[in-house]
């Protein structure tokens, strides 16, 4: 057995939380050339296809309201998950909320976004996530999460 199975067999059972933000729970329905067509639904139930495989217990969440993504974050510094991947949504650009209970995390937080943000209006090429995160996957549709997913797993092996 490789030294790095053994690392993992080792440790525990990672908790990865997928934390997704307002209108994305309209994925599918809403603008389907910038999002695709796939339902938050599909792409959770691939990611946790995803993560079962890869030995990860994954929660995955959304909401239309910042202080319920908030909440959300507490939860995850309360009960020591090992990671956030986060697709903030419009919240990208305005939340300092998101951004300040983000940085209360020691934990790896990956941002997604299913477009390109740079490529789109002004307004969207900012956020207020991306020097605070790991990394940032945007422009890969929903693959972004399951490149996350595997990122994080990278990260908390290595």
């Known amino acids: 057995m490789s030294k790095a199975k053994q690392k993992k067999q080792n440790k525990k059972i990672p908790e990865i939380c997928v934390i997704n933000g307002p209108n994305l729970d309209m994925l599918g329905k809403r603008e389907p050339a910038i999002y695709g067509n796939e339902s938050l639904e599909e792409i959770n139930a691939e990611l946790e296809a995803e993560a079962e495989g890869l030995g990860i217990n994954l929660t995955a969440f959304q909401s239309n309201y910042e202080g319920a993504i908030v909440e959300k974050i507490h939860q995850a510094y309360e009960e020591e998950w090992d990671g956030i991947i986060i697709n903030p949504g419009a919240y990208t650009h305005t939340s300092v909320a998101i951004r300040d209970a983000l940085?209360?995390?020691?934990?790896?937080?990956?941002?997604?976004?299913?477009?390109?943000?740079?490529?789109?209006?002004?307004?969207?090429?900012?956020?207020?996530?991306?020097?605070?995160?790991?990394g940032q996957i945007i422009g890969f549709g929903s693959m972004g999460y399951k490149m996350a997913l595997n990122a994080l797993e990278k990260i908390l092996y290595c």
């Open 103 to 134: 940085l209360i995390l020691s934990v790896p937080v990956i941002e997604v976004h299913l477009s390109n943000i740079h490529k789109r209006d002004d307004f969207r090429h900012s956020s207020l996530i991306s020097d605070i995160a790991a």
